[in-house]
């Protein structure tokens, strides 16, 4: 990783702080950060379907958006920050199906389970945690305008996105329009290009919504744009989300964001996450190698979580064992020592406040440097090492 570039700026109150630089999935370059609108930052992260238990795999990509929030208020920024809870989605229905009770109970239940984790990471963040239900007017709205404008058709019903019709699809995610053309996404005879998504669909059992297309639900990329231009407007500072939704799901939500308000980029910095893996698989429900928050609170603090989470690079995917848990653990203690050898020696010698001041330095560097927390938690162990 680059040494960061010595950029100094003013923050809103004036005081002279080293430029953040972070790195940008669309133009895949690290760029200087920069908000749109002075000393405020807006943002939005893909949060969870709320189906069932958090596991690890998600609390990663959640403690990383937080102390990027965290480190962005420390600059002096005030931060809007907006998750999404998918409680409109297949996997609900299909739970309340198999316990015979109500989706909306399924969604509550998770929703709460889901709050609680956030808590207990000590994730706090977040401004607003906003439910796709309560935005389906808004995204009916958003899906009529592009069928008005030529950017969606239907079809028996189904309602598309004409990927056709916005030549830089696949712009955030690197693909040419011949990989893109390969690419099969919801395959059905009745699309018009083999990359379109749906919008709507239709969907005659319960539960489904009514629309001026007829019966069904919304495309889950939709209830995302629905979410976060209502609530950040037509361009924002940062979206983020799992390396694994950057096809097609945002690749779609710049689509959908730019063929609806024109204005253009949508977002200026796209952040992903890499994954958190087990033995070199990708931590899930699905593949059953998942640890539930709730059973890893049991064991270990929220400090110890979040410096597992930390210690690798958040771009980078995390290989997931007891050894690298024991070791966070570790490093947890160290830090929380050197924390009271600190306070304990805060009127201590010029020279070792000046140590100490030089180790803060370096602290803020890495940081500054796309969010380089393992560097940045290494600084702070010097504190533990050093002789002072
Ligand atoms: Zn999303």
Not at 92 to 115: G, N, V
Not at 333 to 341: D, G, R, S, T, Y
Not at 375 to 385: E, P, R
Request: hydrophobic content about 40%; charged content about 25%.
């Amino acid at each position: 990783m680059s040494t960061p570039r010595k950029v100094i700026t003013k923050d809103k109150v004036g005081i002279l702080v080293l430029a953040l630089i972070l790195y940008d999935t669309l133009s895949a370059t690290k760029k200087r950060f920069e908000p749109i609108r002075q000393g405020e930052v807006r943002m939005f992260v893909c949060g969870p379907t709320v189906y069932d238990s958090t596991h690890l795999g998600h609390a990663r990509t959640f403690i990383v958006y937080d102390v990027l929030a965290r480190y962005l208020r420390s600059k002096g920024f005030k931060v809007f920050f907006v998750m999404n809870l998918t409680d409109i989605e297949d996997k609900i229905f299909e739970k309340a199906k198999r316990e015979k009770t109500s989706y909306q109970e399924i969604a509550q239940r998770y929703t709460e389970e889901f709050k609680e984790a956030l808590r207990e990471l000590n994730v706090e963040t977040v401004s607003l945690l906003a439910r796709a239900s309560d935005y389906l007017d808004t995204a009916v709205s958003q899906i009529s305008r592009m069928l008005s404008n030529g950017s969606g058709y239907i079809v028996e019903g189904n309602v598309y996105f004409d990927t056709s019709t916005f030549p830089e699809y696949g712009k955030l995610s690197h693909q040419s329009p011949l990989e893109i053309m390969l690419r099969r996404i919801e395959p059905s005879p009745e699309k018009k290009n083999q990359a379109d998504f749906f919008l709507w669909r239709r969907i005659d059992e319960h539960p489904s919504w009514d629309s001026p297309f007829g019966k069904g639900r919304p495309g889950w990329h939709i209830e995302d744009t629905a979410i976060s231009i209502s609530n950040l407007g037509q361009r924002y500072d940062i979206h983020g989300g799992g390396l694994e939704l950057v096809f097609p799901h945002h690749e779609a939500e710049i689509a959908q964001a730019e063929v609806l308000t024109g204005a253009k980029p949508f977002v200026n910095y796209w952040i992903h996450t890499g994954l958190l893996k087990v033995k070199g698989r990708k931590m899930s429900k699905s593949l059953g190698n998942y640890i539930l928050v709730k059973d890893l609170l049991k064991k270990y603090d929220a400090n110890t979580i979040r410096i597992l989470c930390l210690s690798t690079h958040y771009r980078k995917d995390i290989n997931f064992s007891e050894r690298a848990l024991a070791k966070a653990s570790n490093q947890r203690n160290e830090i929380a020592k050197a924390l009271i050898v600190l306070q304990k020696r805060a009127r201590g010698s010029k020279s070792y406040l000046e140590k100490v001041l030089n180790i803060e330095k370096k602290f803020y560097r890495f940081m500054d440097n796309d969010l380089d927390a393992p560097k940045a938690i290494f600084s702070l162990l010097t504190l533990v090492c050093a002789r002072f």
